[in-house]
C-alpha cells in the first residue's frame, strides 16, 4: 500500500554522514557564526506502510557549520531514543525517567537554549541532548525540574531568554501544562490548564502580557489507538465497539493509560480531526492560573503555528497559519490538499470575540518572523510553500509578507524542487527589523541533493548556496544556533 510518507520528498535515508569542504556558489556573511539545524522524521529501519504516519518515524537532526565565510561540515544523526540505538546496533540510553510509551525519538524540532543543543518532540514523550557535532548525549528534563515531557514549539521571549510553552500528553487527561524554562535551563514556572478534552496542542502564542491557549478540534482517537493496542485480527471489531462506546473525545483515565503504552514508534498517529469539539482560544495573563483563562470562540479550524502575537490596547493580535481541517478521521484526506493560509485573529477582550480576517491566500506553513520582535509588534513574516509531496504545487516557494503596507513578496525555486522552514538570522552590523537573511533547506528530487540557500530578507535574491551532494528529506523545524561567546 503506498504511503506517500515514504515517498518522494519525504523518503528517509539510510544512513548518517560527515562530509566537509562542501561547495558554496556566492557568499556567505562574515557574521553567520554557527550551526543551521534542521529536525524531521526518519525511521531508522523498515516501516509498516498501512500504518505509518510522518509525525511518529525517528528523529534525525541535520546540521551545517557556518564560520569565516565558509561551510565546514554537514552531518545528519539519528536521535539515539532506545528503538534508534537498538536497530542501530548501539547501547540503549538509560533514562533519568522512563518514557510513557515506546517513542520515535525527538523527531521535530531542535533548538540552543542555555549552552545546550536540544532535539524536541511533544504529546508526553521524552526530549534529548545532543553535542554540538549532534551526537546523542542522552535524556533531558530541564536537570529534573520539567518531568513529563514537553514540546516541540517553545517561544523564547527575547526581553529575558526563558523559554515559554505548552504540553499535552493524554494520560493528563483534560489538562495541558504551561511552562517557562528560565534562562539557565530550569523550570521555574508550571501551570496546569483545564481543557475541554484531549487535544492537540503544538503551539501557544505569547505577548507581553499574555499567553494564548489553542483548543482546537484535533483531538485524542482511541481507534487509532487501538490499531497497535491490540492483535490485529481484533483491531476492526476493537475498533467499532470503542467508537460506540465512548467516542472520539474523552476516554476514561485507565483505558487513557493503557492505550498509552501501546503506541509505537513508526505506527499511526493516535489524534484525528473531530467535527463534534469546540474550537476556541483561551487568554491568560503570563503570571495567571487555570481561572484566569477566558474562553472565545472561533470557527472550527486547527493552527500548529503562530507566526506572531502582540498587545494592542484591549486588543490581542494574531498572525497564524489556519488549516480548515487536519487529520480527517479516515485518514482519506491524508493525498488532498489542506490549503492553509495566513491568518490574522483579534481577540477584543473588551467585547469578549475573536474577529477572522485573511492576509494570504498561499498554501503555505511554518512562519517565522525576526524573532527579536517576538510577542512585540512586527511588520515582516516569512513561510514556505513546502512544494513538491504536500499535494499543493510541485513549485516550492518562499513567502515574505508585509503585514503593514500589505502584499507578499516570493521566490520560487523550480518543478521538483521541496524547501523545508526558513529561519531568519538577522545582521549584526544593522538593526532594521528585515536586515539579515533567510536560510532553509532546499531539496532537487530530481537530482537527490540538497542546497542550504541563504537569501536576503529584504529582497528574497540568494546570497549564497550550500551545495550538499546527499538527499535531505523533508522535515520539521529549523533553527540558527549561534556560537557562543
Not at 529501519?45 to 510522518?54: K, Q, S
Not at 505548552?166 to 530550569?186: K, L
Not at 484591549?314 to 493560509?341: F, S, Y
Amino acid at each position: 500500500m503506498p504511503n506517500k510518507f515514504l515517498e518522494d520528498a519525504f523518503a528517509p535515508v539510510r544512513e548518517e554522514l560527515t562530509l566537509t569542504d562542501l561547495q558554496v556558489s556566492g557568499t556567505i556573511p562574515d557574521y553567520l557564526d554557527g550551526r543551521f539545524l534542521r529536525n524531521g522524521p526518519n525511521p531508522v529501519a523498515e516501516v509498516d506502510p498501512e500504518t505509518y504516519n510522518w509525525f511518529m518515524g525517528n528523529g534525525m537532526v541535520h546540521g551545517v557549520r557556518l564560520r569565516d565565510g565558509r561551510a565546514e561540515w554537514y552531518r545528519n544523526r539519528w536521535i539515539r531514543s532506545p528503538e534508534a540505538a537498538k536497530a542501530l546496533g548501539e547501547t540503549i540510553p538509560t533514562a533519568r525517567r522512563p518514557a510513557p510509551f515506546p517513542e520515535p525519538g525527538a523527531n521535530t524540532s531542535v533548538i540552543q537554549h542555555a549552552g545546550r543543543t536540544l532535539a524536541l518532540i511533544e504529546g508526553g514523550a521524552v526530549n534529548y541532548e545532543l553535542t554540538d557535532e549532534l551526537d546523542t548525549v542522552g535524556y533531558c528534563d530541564f536537570d529534573g525540574t520539567l518531568p513529563g515531557g514537553y514540546t516541540a514549539h517553545p517561544h523564547r521571549d527575547p526581553a529575558t531568554g526563558e523559554l515559554h510553552a505548552v504540553s499535552y500528553f493524554i494520560g493528563r487527561g483534560n489538562t495541558v501544562q504551561y511552562s517557562v524554562i528560565g534562562a539557565d535551563g530550569r523550570a521555574r514556572r508550571t501551570v496546569d490548564i483545564e481543557v475541554a478534552g484531549s487535544p492537540m496542542m503544538h503551539d501557544l502564542a505569547l505577548t507581553e502580557k499574555y499567553v494564548v491557549f489553542y483548543d482546537l478540534p484535533v483531538t485524542f482517537d482511541a481507534r487509532e489507538a487501538v490499531q497497535v493496542a491490540v492483535p490485529r485480527p481484533l483491531r476492526t471489531p476493537a475498533r467499532l465497539v470503542l467508537s460506540a462506546l465512548i467516542g472520539r473525545v474523552r476516554i476514561p483515565d485507565p483505558m487513557t493509560a493503557l492505550l498509552g503504552r501501546g503506541f509505537p514508534a513508526n505506527g499511526p498517529y493516535p489524534y484525528s480531526w473531530n467535527p463534534d469539539y469546540r474550537a476556541r482560544v483561551g487568554v491568560m495573563p503570563r503570571d495567571g492560573a487555570s481561572a484566569d483563562v477566558r474562553w472565545f470562540d472561533v470557527d472550527p479550524c486547527y493552527v500548529f503555528h503562530t507566526m506572531n502575537a502582540y498587545d494592542e490596547g484591549d486588543t490581542i493580535v494574531l498572525d497564524v497559519v489556519r488549516h480548515p481541517e487536519m487529520i480527517p478521521a479516515d485518514h482519506a484526506g491524508q493525498d488532498r490538499p489542506q490549503l492553509p493560509t495566513l491568518d490574522r485573529w483579534t481577540i477584543d477582550l473588551t467585547a469578549g470575540k475573536v474577529r477572522e480576517s485573511r492576509t494570504d491566500d498561499h498554501p503555505q506553513e511554518f512562519p517565522r518572523i525576526d524573532e527579536r520582535l517576538a510577542g512585540r509588534r512586527h511588520r515582516y513574516g516569512y513561510g514556505i510553500i513546502a512544494g513538491f509531496g504536500f499535494g499543493t504545487e510541485t513549485s516550492g516557494a518562499l513567502l515574505k509578507h508585509d503585514l503593514v503596507a500589505g502584499g507578499t513578496l516570493s521566490r520560487r525555486f523550480g518543478r521538483q524542487h521541496s524547501l523545508s522552514e526558513f529561519v531568519f538570522v538577522p545582521d549584526s552590523t544593522r538593526t532594521g527589523e528585515d536586515h539579515g537573511v533567510l536560510m532553509g533547506l532546499v531539496s532537487d528530487l530530481s537530482t537527490n541533493t540538497a542546497d542550504l540557500t541563504i537569501v536576503d530578507a529584504q529582497t528574497l535574491d540568494t546570497v549564497a548556496t550550500i551545495h550538499i551532494p546527499a538527499r535531505v528529506p523533508q522535515g520539521i523545524h529549523g533553527h540558527w544556533a549561534p556560537t557562543a561567546g
